[in-house]
Structure formats: C-alpha cells, structure tokens
C-alpha cells in the first residue's frame, strides 16, 4: 500500500500548484520593482503557498472527510490568486498574465472534480 506521502506526489494537480508557486519567484522579481507591485507580491505569495499547503494539509490528515474542506480551501486560494494576477495587469505582460490565470483555471477546475469525486464516494459509503 502507498503512503499518504506517495499519492500526494501523484496528485498531478498538486504538482501544477508546486510549479505554478515556483514560477512566481520570477513574475515577483518584476512586481517588486513598484511599491504596489510589491503589496501584490505580499499577498500573492500567501495565497499561491496555501494553495499547496491546504492540499498538503489534507493529505496528510488522511482520506476522511477533512480532506475535502482542505481542497475546498486550496480553492478558494487558487480562485483569490487568480483575482490577484488579474489586478496585476499594470506590472505583468498580458501573455504572463494569461498563463498564470490558465494554469489557476486549470487547478480550480482540478481541484472542484478531486471534491466532486471524493464527496460522491462518501455518500456512496453512508
């Protein structure tokens, strides 16, 4: 049997969440050259890193019904994250911007079936 640790590191939407994170180290480096970009930074930062965290957090508390609010909460950050990157337009190209928002969509939309999936196996066990 796999450890928890084991189906985290195969959760490919858990992996998007870590590269989208990791790429953010550039797109700060442009923001933090204005004041506002810099409060972005500040915020954007939180958000992205929770998206992982939360996804994280549920995994390691196991497959019981705490899972599901983890990744709702993931969500939540993904979905602020995207607004954040959209209110970054004045410092950002519009093409980065675009990725950035494709690959949130992406997450959000991954992590709305991972829910839908794990939820519909629970009442299915009730």
Same mark, same amino acid.
Request: glycine fraction near 12%; include cysteine; aromatic fraction near 8%.
């Given at each position: ?46 958000? %992205? ?20 609010? @983890? %990744?709702?909460?993931? =969500? ?10 959209? =209110?970054? @337009? @004045? ?14 969509? @992406? ?15 629970? =009442?299915?066990?009730?």
């Amino acid at each position: 049997m796999a450890s928890p640790n084991d189906r985290l590191e195969g959760f490919g939407i858990y992996q998007i969440a870590r590269q989208l994170f990791d790429e953010f180290w550039s797109d700060s480096e442009i923001l933090g050259k204005d004041y506002r970009g810099r409060e972005l930074v500040k915020q954007l930062i939180r958000s %992205l890193d929770s998206i992982c965290a939360n996804i994280e957090e549920g995994y390691g508390r196991g497959f019981s019904k705490e899972l599901p609010q @983890h %990744l709702k909460i993931a =969500r939540g950050e993904a979905r602020e994250s995207k607004g954040r990157y959209e =209110r970054c @337009h @004045h410092l950002l190209p519009p093409e980065l911007i675009a990725k950035r928002i494709g690959t949130l969509d @992406h997450i959000i939309g991954g992590l709305t079936n991972t829910i839908n999936t794990i939820e519909k196996g629970q =009442r299915g066990r009730e």
